[in-house]
């Protein structure tokens, strides 16, 4: 009864207008990429200090779940994650919109957030302090465990290329130790240079590594940048929930994993979508779907990123240690308005945090149709936009965006060369999410290492300090068999296909000569790990991608050289990533040396393709050159217009470009507008503005 009485607390109007109110305009500031759950949070913490304790925390929690829903707007529509949560949800996502079923995708993480967080909120409600006891059992080795078994879970899912998964893991682990160390306090890899001394900020290369490899893409081909459907079919609701409802095994465990995970502060929800999809693709009947627009690989993405939300607050409120960033700034939100974190918090302020909880899943049931309203209009809007409009526009997200996480022209920098970078290792199979990845668990997986190799020494056992514990064990055995389950069981399924072939040519009679290849097809073993050694030896030799790895290993060389100045804290780890860097590129070297040499290829892209692509990244270029000179928005003017024709493939009439002018205008005045004078940031100013 008691329960109730809270439940009802939380349905008072003014409750309930916060729970929507911050739902929504959660769900628009994840969809832009750079403005992030923590950046909404934080910015209206101090607006909730004159309400109520209970309807401010209901604002905040709603912002913030909101938040990691709204990150798939982004990942579906334009191949972007909104949040880091959202990486895995692109790899499905965008095929899916790409072949016009953009509805359909949104459609389906909308039901998929919603159970997600609904799952994650009655953890939260019901099972707080026993499941808080869970977050106290992973010590250092298990966080190092654990966010290496996030980098090979990437790395597996590069189907075909897992070794250069592995690679650009460990590119990301690089990029991620560049500025001052976790752990130790040392200056690395910064090349003498004060903009590095920051280091990588994630938000920036995750714009750059997915954001700018699109906008190259999209000026290359006059193709729209996403299939119309036919028809008006809107949101496709019950076709989703069919979907869904055939999927409820996979909604079911992905939440639940995302709650857990979300209960380990630091794991976040990119580590639970990633082993979530992962789950959800190993016990598929159908795994080569995924990656290529299937369904339930969006399902499984954002059902346990969105559980992650209520999972971690779980050791937010019961241990005071915040989960992830946005709870962070929501604890620190909690003890200003007098709350006191720790066991005794549901019994003695319990009308406050069960408020809150109720408010929480009240905002998340409220995510259902406001995500359903705004996801109609949403894809049938991007893919109707033209090039003219899109590609500026989006290229003015990145550049805002990436600046607005720290008032700093050197994150755009940043991300532009990470972006351009990105295109070119993505264009030779090595993809952005292991990067990506690697770089947000890079401080995880650091202090983890350093930590157990700290105590490991103390106690003269490291090899046990890392090997020797029963949770550690578990996450090896599950990395180790999530990077060789595609080699021992990746032909199973063709074996069982040639058996059904066989069959049924033997229930058809066939002659002899045939029943004979039946009879040896049938003989062939289910589980044959040097098939899958052969079939990636037969693939033509990829040129490229040595010349890649070859420079991979000089920059790891020469990274190990650098480390003579560091002290042992911060050198270890450095040292570790390099030698597994040095030993994967030289594998992949000599299984390239192995192949056949790949024969000419008919270039695939006009020269006019090229030019454009050089072209866009000319322009950012400038533009980022020019913000101290003319200004942020003269120069943001400037570069729209530049792009719109960069990405303009056809004689348009003076009137239309007349209105594709104004609309530039209106998007990047109101646009600065936001940034500037709502959300207070400071925007750079030049000679002429």
């Known amino acids: 009864m008691e329960l109730l009485g809270y439940f009802l607390s939380a349905l008072t109007p003014l409750n309930i207008l916060m729970a929507l109110g911050g739902v929504v305009l959660g769900t628009i500031i994840g969809a832009l990429p750079g403005l992030s759950a923590t950046m909404a949070v934080a910015v209206l913490v101090p607006f909730t200090f004159t309400m109520d304790p209970a309807t401010g925390l209901i604002a905040l929690g709603a912002i913030y779940t909101g938040a990691i829903y709204g990150g798939a707007f982004a990942a579906i529509l334009v191949n972007t994650p909104g949040t880091p949560s959202a990486i895995a949800t692109t790899f499905d996502g965008f095929p899916m919109a790409k072949r016009g079923d953009g509805n359909l995708a949104i459609t389906l993480a909308t039901l998929a957030s919603v159970f997600g967080g609904l799952v994650g909120g009655i953890f939260?409600?019901?099972?707080?302090?026993?499941?808080?006891?869970?977050?106290?059992?992973?010590?250092?080795?298990?966080?190092?465990?654990?966010?290496?078994?996030?980098?090979?879970?990437?790395?597996?899912?590069?189907?075909?290329?897992?070794?250069?998964?592995l690679i650009g893991g460990c590119i990301g682990l690089m990029l991620a130790m560049v500025g001052v160390a976790v752990v130790g306090g040392d200056i690395r890899f910064t090349m003498d240079t004060q903009m590095l001394l920051g280091?990588?900020?994630?938000?920036?290369?995750?714009?750059?590594?997915?954001?700018?490899?699109?906008?190259?893409d999209l000026v290359a081909t006059?193709?729209?940048?996403?299939?119309?459907?036919?028809?008006?079919?809107?949101?496709?609701?019950?076709?989703?929930?069919?979907?869904?409802?055939?999927?409820?095994?996979?909604?079911?465990?992905?939440?639940?994993?995302?709650?857990?995970?979300?209960?380990?502060?630091g794991a976040g929800g990119s580590i639970a979508g990633l082993v979530s999809y992962s789950e959800a693709r190993r016990s598929s009947k159908t795994p080569e779907e995924f990656g290529n627009g299937a369904p339930d690989g969006i399902i499984a993405t954002?059902?346990?990123?969105?559980?992650?939300?209520?999972?971690?607050?779980?050791?937010?409120?019961?241990?005071?240690?915040?989960?992830?960033?946005?709870?962070?700034?929501?604890?620190g939100a909690l003890l200003v308005q007098g709350i006191k974190i720790g066991p005794t918090l549901f019994a003695q302020q319990g009308e406050i945090v069960y408020t809150f909880i109720f408010g929480l899943l009240i905002a998340t049931a409220l995510m259902l149709p406001a995500g359903l309203l705004i996801g109609r209009y949403a894809y049938k809007s991007i893919a109707s936009i033209p090039k003219t409009v899109l590609v500026p526009t989006i290229a003015f997200l990145t550049v805002v965006g990436s600046f607005a996480i720290h008032s700093n022209l050197h994150d755009v920098?940043?991300?532009?060369?990470?972006?351009?970078?990105?295109?070119?290792?993505?264009?030779?199979?090595?993809?952005?999410?292991?990067?990506?990845?690697?770089?947000?668990?890079?401080?995880?997986?650091?202090?983890?290492?350093?930590?157990?190799?700290?105590?490991?020494?103390?106690?003269?056992?490291?090899?046990?300090?890392?090997?020797?514990?029963?949770?550690s064990l578990a996450i090896v055995a599950l990395a180790a068999f999530t990077l060789l389950y595609p080699v021992l069981f990746g032909?199973?399924?063709?074996?069982?296909?040639?058996?059904?072939?066989?069959?049924a040519k033997n229930y058809a009679e066939t002659?002899?000569?045939?029943?004979?290849?039946?009879?040896?097809?049938?003989s062939e073993p289910v589980i044959n790990p040097m098939a899958h050694l052969k079939g990636v030896i037969a693939k033509p030799r990829d040129t490229a991608g040595m010349g890649i790895v070859v420079l991979l290993v000089l920059m790891a060389v020469w990274a190990i050289t650098q480390t003579s100045e560091m002290s042992p804290l911060g050198s270890v780890f450095p040292i570790t990533i390099c030698a597994t860097l040095i030993v994967f590129s030289i594998v992949l070297f000599a299984m390239n040396l192995l192949r056949k040499p790949a024969g000419a290829k008919s270039g695939d892209q006009t020269s006019e393709s090229v030019s454009r692509r050089i072209a866009l990244i000319v322009v950012m270029g400038f533009w980022v050159l020019a913000i101290p000179l003319t200004g942020f928005w003269v120069a943001a003017i400037l570069a729209f217009l530049s792009l719109a024709r960069v990405s303009c493939y056809e004689v348009m009439p003076a009137k239309r470009i007349i209105v594709e002018t104004l609309a530039g205008f209106a998007i990047v005045t109101g646009l600065y507008w936001l940034m500037a004078d709502v959300l207070l940031i400071r925007m750079p100013s030049g000679l002429l503005f």
């Open 199 to 216: 280091g990588f900020d994630i938000v920036s290369a995750l714009i750059g590594l997915y954001c700018i490899p699109v906008l190259i």
């Open 413 to 471: 920098q940043m991300m532009l060369v990470l972006g351009v970078i990105g295109w070119i290792l993505n264009r030779y199979g090595f993809a952005p999410s292991p990067i990506v990845l690697g770089l947000v668990l890079g401080q995880i997986a650091e202090q983890g290492f350093v930590q157990s190799y700290l105590i490991g020494n103390a106690t003269s056992n490291i090899v046990g300090m890392f090997f020797g514990r029963p949770i």
């Open 511 to 522: 002659d002899g000569e045939t029943a004979k290849a039946d009879e040896a097809t049938l």
């Open 491 to 503: 032909n199973r399924k063709e074996k069982a296909r040639k058996r059904a072939v066989a069959a």
């Open 302 to 331: 954002e059902s346990a990123n969105n559980a992650t939300v209520g999972g971690g607050f779980i050791p937010t409120l019961v241990l005071g240690i915040p989960g992830t960033p946005p709870d962070a700034v929501i604890l």
């Open 222 to 265: 006059p193709d729209p940048h996403l299939k119309v459907e036919q028809g008006n079919r809107g949101i496709r609701l019950f076709e989703a929930f069919g979907i869904a409802w055939k999927s409820k095994f996979n909604v079911i465990r992905s939440s639940v994993i995302g709650t857990i995970i979300g209960i380990l502060p």
């Open 124 to 165: 939260l409600l019901l099972l707080s302090p026993p499941l808080a006891k869970v977050a106290l059992a992973f010590g250092p080795p298990e966080y190092f465990w654990l966010a290496i078994f996030g980098l090979t879970l990437i790395s597996a899912l590069s189907v075909g290329n897992t070794l250069k998964g």
